[in-house]
């Protein structure tokens, strides 16, 4: 059985660039999430490399849904094809920690993650490790702005902090 068993039109990044292909819109762009990269995907740079230009968005959790800078996800490897394909798009934090509640139970989420975590500081924490990683890197990406407010977990283009 697959991770969800809904989900069997699109799961890689050669199937999402087929699909763009195919239906030839300029304004269709690939999502790619780190979480179901690291299921799908043979390489995870490779894919971002295949997204290339059509990268539109771009999400960012742990291989066991944490925040970024929690688990082995290639973090550099990404930010650095992340760079080398000049993406300008939205970096979004989703990690699933908590069970319950409507999203809980729709991705499977049976337990707490990090319990007794303090949640926003967790978040911070992350942010500020995307954020060094982005720095030590002499990230180029041209307007990339880390919003460290925790409510929102968004590394969005327009300033470089």
Known sequence: ?????????????DEVMSYIA?????????????????I???????????????LGHF????????????GFLPWREMVQALKKIDYQ????MEPFVLSGGTIGREISVYRD???DADLDAEAVKSLQFLRNLLYDLGSEIRG??????????????SDLC
């Open 1 to 13: 059985m697959r991770f969800r068993d809904w989900l069997y039109l699109i799961n890689t990044c």
């Open 22 to 38: 195919d239906v030839g819109s300029p304004v269709l762009y690939a999502h790619l999430d780190t979480f179901h990269m690291n």
């Open 40 to 54: 799908e995907e043979n390489s995870m740079s490779g894919a971002i490399l295949a997204a290339g230009s059509r």
């Open 59 to 70: 999400h960012v959790g742990e291989n066991n849904r944490k925040p970024p800078g929690t």
């Open 89 to 92: 798009g939205q970096i979004v």
């Open 113 to 115: 993650l990090m319990p």
């Open 144 to 157: 990339l702005r880390i919003r460290t407010n925790p409510a929102i977990l968004a590394i969005q283009g």
